[in-house]
């Protein structure tokens, strides 16, 4: 059985190459952070990895958690992975010193969380919602709040949560019920229920920091009279101890498709009197202070993709070096041969370690813009906005589709629980849903990040205008050539749809909309595209300066697989955004 190694020289390759880690270092507040003290970092997190969280992933998927009587006992391991998680510093990485973090790069954290993500995502899910509640708390909290609670956040001493969804408050959040009223002294108490709690309930950790949606009294409805309140687990004291236990339960778990090792919980608040909460900001503002959590939640959903698509690419390449079944066609020879030596095993294969390596580029060039806008660069920030909803939406339909060909590759056994290759696809599953669906996503895209722009069509403007300048630089390079042609095809498609979706939005928005998830997966394949392309030409630049580095071959290979198997898919995807809508309202309600 193959076991999770992160793939650390693809991935300072990325940060130091094409991200610019050392620009991005010499950043106001990055002072600290190095390219040698990020790849000690590299090497120290896929030990961790490797080491501790893989050999519990398979545990918690087969054994899962327990609930009694609200209480939730994790799957053997995870407790003292965690607790070791926490002592050695891993949760506290691109926090604010102040309370204290250790202030890297979010590029770096990147990198690292894909380690997580890579080797047991079940496990990697708290962390990750803790990280969204101490920015949520860091951007929109009082002082009071942030000094009692983001130290043992930080530190991982206290885990977080983000409880939006409600039994009738799915995607539609203008319909939550919850309730919040005013004690007097400061505080609130909080009654309600929420489903979809990631890591709700759990015995890793000594608090559970709540942050909750729940309207006041005389709130207005919808969107504008909803609230986001602290909620605590057990209740804080003035000098930090924990003192008693707050009016919450986790009522039950959810029994899930995948993703066992991380409990999902229905959190019931106020069963008695009401849970005492702290509100966050300003009343009735709770929705943008929330979206602070969620964005951040997003890009990191986004990486679950990368993560998971690298461990079933790792397993299925083990698998495909091991077994020895058929003969090779055009193989003379009576010799017996792996099925790696298969022409569509070696599809499959080449298939998925493209497509990952595209993925990775994506998330981390991201990330590398995050850090910028953090320093002041607004073009930056924009480049952000326009690409998260692709990072998260395209990231993790690849994730889904690529477990599901690394599955393909064990053929009938990988059907079979035992071999491990199902647990991949069943956990990459619940990435297109949770934090946001793809049609969330690309609704994002099409509308507020494109269309209702305050200069309709400006930030992706600026990217084609980007990718354009790239792509004729690389046509004059005789082995960047293919690539070239490839991506100046996909940047005719998708500027024609973007230009489409600009003309036609206000008067025909469910036409836009309608296509509005091909449009996302153009934009991943294309900006995906440009970065392989990218990855190419540093790949060549090498080659010349006489580098005999196999990997520098091996990342001109998958570049040139990417052009050749997947940029031709842009072309499609814009012709199903500019003249599908017709063909998707052709058939009347009654006749479904």
Not at 370 to 387: K, P
Request: charged share 20%; glycine share 10%; with cysteine.
């Amino acid at each position: 059985m193959s076991t999770y190694i992160a793939p650390i020289r693809d991935m300072q390759f990325v940060l130091n190459e094409v991200a610019g880690l050392e620009e991005i270092c010499a950043l106001p507040g990055n002072e600290e952070c190095s390219v040698d003290l990020v790849e000690s970092i590299l090497d120290e997190a896929s030990k961790f990895a490797t080491g501790v969280l893989d050999p519990i992933n398979s545990v918690g998927d087969r054994v899962g958690h327990v609930c009694k009587d609200g209480v939730v006992t994790t799957a053997p391991g995870f407790k003292e992975a965690y607790k070791l998680f926490a002592e050695t510093g891993w949760n506290s990485m691109p926090f604010d010193p102040e309370y204290g973090g250790q202030g890297l790069p979010a590029v770096v954290s990147m990198a690292v969380n894909e380690m997580w993500k890579g080797a047991n995502m079940a496990f990697g899910l708290c962390p990750m919602l803790t990280g969204g509640a101490i920015e949520a708390i860091a951007h929109h909290a009082s002082d009071e709040l942030k000094q009692k609670y983001l130290p043992k956040m930080i530190e991982g001493t206290w885990t977080g949560t983000m409880n939006l969804t409600e039994p009738n408050a799915g995607s539609d959040l203008a319909a939550i019920s919850s309730k919040a009223k005013a004690v007097g002294d400061g505080s609130y108490l909080v009654s309600g229920t929420k489903i979809f709690i990631t890591w709700g309930e759990h015995d890793v950790a000594e608090n559970i920091i709540h942050l909750v949606l729940a309207r006041l009294p005389d709130a207005p409805p919808g969107l504008k009279g909803i609230s986001l309140f602290l909620v605590p687990k057990f209740l804080v004291n003035d000098d930090g101890s924990l003192g008693k236990r707050n009016d919450l339960i986790c009522a039950s778990i959810e029994h899930k498709l995948g993703i066992h090792g991380s409990p999902t919980a229905v959190m019931s608040y106020g069963e008695n009197e009401g849970a005492v909460g702290y509100l966050i900001g300003d009343e009735n503002k709770g929705i943008g202070y929330m979206f602070t959590m969620m964005n951040h939640a997003r890009v990191n959903v986004g990486l679950e993709g990368v993560g998971i698509a690298e461990r079933a690419y790792q397993h299925a390449l083990w698998y495909a070096r091991e077994r020895v079944q058929g003969k090779i066609i055009g193989d003379k020879s009576d010799e017996k041969k792996t099925i790696l030596h298969h022409p569509d095993v070696r599809r499959m294969l080449m298939d998925v370690k493209s497509r990952t390596e595209a993925m990775r580029t994506l998330a981390y060039y991201a990330a590398a813009n995050i850090d910028r806008a953090h320093a002041g660069d607004a073009a930056a920030q924009s480049r952000v906005d326009l690409l998260t909803p692709v990072v998260k939406g395209w990231s993790t339909e690849q994730g889904v589709e690529l477990s599901s060909t690394a599955l393909q590759v064990f053929g009938g056994v990988g059907f079979v629980e035992e071999t491990g290759a199902a647990q991949y696809y069943r956990d990459s599953r619940i990435t297109t849903i949770y934090e946001g669906t793809t049609a969330i996503q690309a609704n994002d895209l099409v509308g507020r990040k494109l269309a209702r722009e305050k200069v309709p069509g400006a930030a992706m403007k600026a990217l084609i205008a980007e990718m354009t300048a790239d792509a004729e630089v690389f046509a004059g390079n005789a082995q960047l050539g293919g690539i070239a042609t490839h991506l100046k095809n996909g940047i005719k498609s998708l500027s024609t749809a973007a230009d489409w979706i600009v003309a036609n939005y206000e008067a025909n928005p469910q036409a836009v909309h309608a296509g509005s998830v091909p449009f996302l997966k153009l934009t991943g394949i294309v900006v995906g595209g440009w970065l392989m392309a990218k990855s190419a030409a540093i790949a060549v630049r090498h080659i010349a300066a006489g580098s005999s580095d196999d990997f520098y071959k091996s990342k001109l290979a998958t570049a040139n697989y990417f052009a050749a198997h997947q940029l031709p898919f842009a072309a499609a995807y814009s012709a199903e955004m500019t003249g599908g809508a017709d063909s998707v309202f052709a058939l009347p309600e009654s006749l479904f």
